[in-house]
Every structure is written in C-alpha cells, then in structure tokens.
C-alpha cells in the first residue's frame, strides 16, 4: 500500500510559505519599525494638511519639532528592543586529548583498473609526406 502526497492546487497556500519567510526576515531585520514610520509620516501630513498648506504639512511632519503620539511610541520600542538583557558568553571551545593510534592496514583483496593504450593508435598512421606548408611562408 503506497501513499500519495496531497498537492496543492491553490496558488495563494502555495505562495503562504514564501511569504511567511519574507514577513520573519523582515521584522528580524527590523523592517516593520520602518513600516510603521511610514504610517505615522502619512497620517501626521493628512491631519497637518487639514490645518495649513501641503509644503507646511510636510515641513512640520520630518522637523523632529511636532511628533505625533504613534511617532512617540514607535521611538519608545526601537529604544526598548535595543536593550538586551541576555549577555552573550563565548568560551574557548576545549578539547580535551584523547590519544589514539591510527594503523593504516592493506586491503586483503583489492582490483586493478587499467588505462587503455591510447598511444598505439597514434602511431599507426604514417605522417603526410610531402608535410603541409604554412600559410604565413
């Protein structure tokens, strides 16, 4: 009795494992503080520009001078991810010495491989008489 392996048919479960990977590498690297930047950058112009002009907007937003409370929390969790309270500890790795005698030993049977002689068909064939002329002569 065999088994058969199911296959997925559906495009999006097959793409779910792939994008699960991109999604662990990403917030590893810390790419979903970038991400939430972003999105307070894009509300702080939405809710700037409802008060004054465009340019004004934008200039409050990137001054530093006026951030906005998701601005103030995401600067609070890149401060706190980067306090590591676990302490990397490297040790010599040791060996300890166990001596051992190593003994090569002959195989008791063993087969020879021959090289076929090529040469002798090199040979059977007479030189051109006259020898061929150069080009360049």
């Known amino acids: 009795m065999t088994q058969r392996a199911v296959v997925i048919s559906c495009p999006v479960t097959a793409r779910l494992p ?3 990977i991109a999604l662990a590498l990403a917030s590893s690297i810390g790419l979903h503080w970038t991400f939430l930047q972003a999105v307070a950058w894009a509300g702080m112009i939405v809710s700037y520009s409802q008060e004054a002009p ?3 907007a ?3 937003t990137f001054d530093g001078q006026h951030p906005c409370t998701l601005c103030k929390q995401i600067a ?3 401060r706190s ?3 590591s309270d676990y302490k990397l500890e490297l040790k010599k790795l ?3 010495y166990a001596p051992f005698a190593f ?3 002959a195989p008791s049977s063993f087969w020879t491989v021959c090289s076929g002689d090529d ?3 090199l040979l059977t064939h007479a030189p051109a008489i006259p020898p061929p002329r150069s080009l360049l002569a």
């Open 94 to 96: 040791e060996f300890p």
């Open 81 to 83: 991810e980067k306090k």
């Open 119 to 121: 040469t002798s068909d």
């Open 58 to 60: 934008v200039v409050k």
């Open 76 to 78: 609070k969790g890149k």
């Open 103 to 105: 003994i090569f030993h």
């Open 18 to 20: 792939r994008m699960l």
């Open 54 to 56: 465009l340019g004004e």
